[in-house]
């Protein structure tokens, strides 16, 4: 059987869809701009689910971060990549993806030289069910209290990944998240 070709969607300056390159070389020194999300997913009991990524990713390999990460593919709806992304990572369902925070960017580099240059919109979810790792993404899990998280993040920021530390500095995300608090 043939693997699939993923591209991801390229932004100029004006966050506008440029091209599209194939996921598997978009990641390197010299990472361009491309389009992305985050999702950050909630339990029955108002508990985050925090994924440990696994050791074979290219960037930040072994890093505490959010729920699940992803990029849209072309012409797919940015709600429809959220869902398609979590059962791929993390083998549930998920409802009600429901957009947080549309204007979060990020560049950083981590320690092997890897750039992420990401227009990243923020989501929150629900959980349908529990999660069944891909363990190519996901090497470990655990579902934390937010408070604890964002006490977490506060105390060691080294421990998450760059783009976690900072969506959780943004006042929109913060203040969703009190709602679960």
Known sequence: MTAVTEYVLLLDDDLNVSGTMEKSLVHTAATPLHLAFSCYLFNEKNELLLTRRAIGKIA?????????????L????????????????????IESPTLIDGSFQYYATDANGIVENEFCPVFFARAASQPHPNADEVMDYVWVPVEQVLAGVKAI?????????????????????HKFL
């Open 60 to 72: 930040w390999p072994g890093v505490w971060t959010n729920s699940a990460c992803g990029h849209p």
């Open 74 to 93: 072309p012409d797919e709806a940015m709600a429809d990549a959220v869902s398609r992304r979590c059962g791929y990572e993390l083998g549930l369902a």
């Open 157 to 177: 920021p080294a421990a998450y990944s760059p783009w976690m530390v900072a969506q959780l500095q943004r006042p929109d995300i913060l203040a969703a998240l």
